[in-house]
């Protein structure tokens, strides 16, 4: 079983929309949580880290939910400029990060 | 500019014939380390490094070395590529585990 799960997608949503995907991972013990956008195969940007109460960043929300161990992201009032590949990070202990292979999203037009 | 570099971005080379990727930052970042990312299997770690002359292998060590002996630098060697490491490399810094990694540009690499 793979650490960091992810729904690959594609999302395709209009613009203006909302659109939300989550993220697994395996490991109980894990400690730390972030979002990374990546733009066509050029090297990831952190997003947002996920906080235990949940966090929010624009129009960027993110939740923790340790018990059922998946993370979730969500973005409102979708602009085309999000279209991207957004990478699930879970840090599992002593500089291990473990990455999902990525949620695509498009919006379009 | 704060930044990580990593050269060359592009390299085509043939079964056999060590190779040197290098990595530099210049934010004075304790942790580095080496990913590789082949579709559908999203960023795989090779090796990182916690600081100056402390190195660890990730997930997918083999056909890979590398080195710190400098705190900015951390080279990937492949010493005998073969075509399964034909992939995109990326290399990242950090001060510390739980805090924001920043990566290079990239390396895409073909062994042919």
């Known amino acids: 079983r793979k650490e960091v799960e992810q729904d690959p997608g594609p999302f395709n949503v209009p613009e203006g929309a909302t659109v939300a995907f989550n993220c697994t991972y395996s490991?109980?013990?894990?400690?730390?949580f972030f979002w990374y956008r990546q733009d066509c195969r050029k090297e990831p940007k952190l997003l947002m880290s996920?906080?235990?109460s949940g966090n929010e960043d624009g129009r960027f929300t993110a939740q923790l939910n340790r018990a059922s161990q998946y993370i979730s992201l969500l973005i409102r009032d979708s602009k085309l400029s999000d279209s991207a590949t957004y990478l699930c990070?879970?840090?599992?202990?002593?500089?291990?990060?473990?990455f999902g292979a990525g949620t695509t999203v498009t919006v379009r037009a | 500019e704060a930044q990580v570099t990593q050269n060359p971005r592009y390299l085509i080379t043939v079964t056999g014939k060590k190779l040197t990727v290098t990595c530099s930052q210049n934010m004075n970042h304790e942790y580095m380390s080496w990913y590789r990312q082949d579709p559908g299997l999203g960023l795989r770690q090779i090796y990182y490094?916690?600081?100056?002359?402390?190195?660890d292998k990730g997930d997918v060590p083999e056909g890979y070395k590398v080195s710190r002996k400098e705190k900015r630098n951390f080279p990937l060697i492949l010493e005998s590529p073969s075509p399964n490491q034909t992939s995109l490399y990326f290399c990242a810094s950090g001060f510390r585990e739980n805090t924001e990694a920043f990566f290079g540009q990239g390396t895409r690499l073909t062994v042919v």
């Open positions: 996920v906080y235990s």
């Open positions: 990070v879970v840090n599992t202990y002593d500089y291990k990060l473990s």
């Open positions: 490094s916690m600081n100056v002359e402390v190195t």
């Open positions: 490991n109980s013990a894990s400690q730390s």
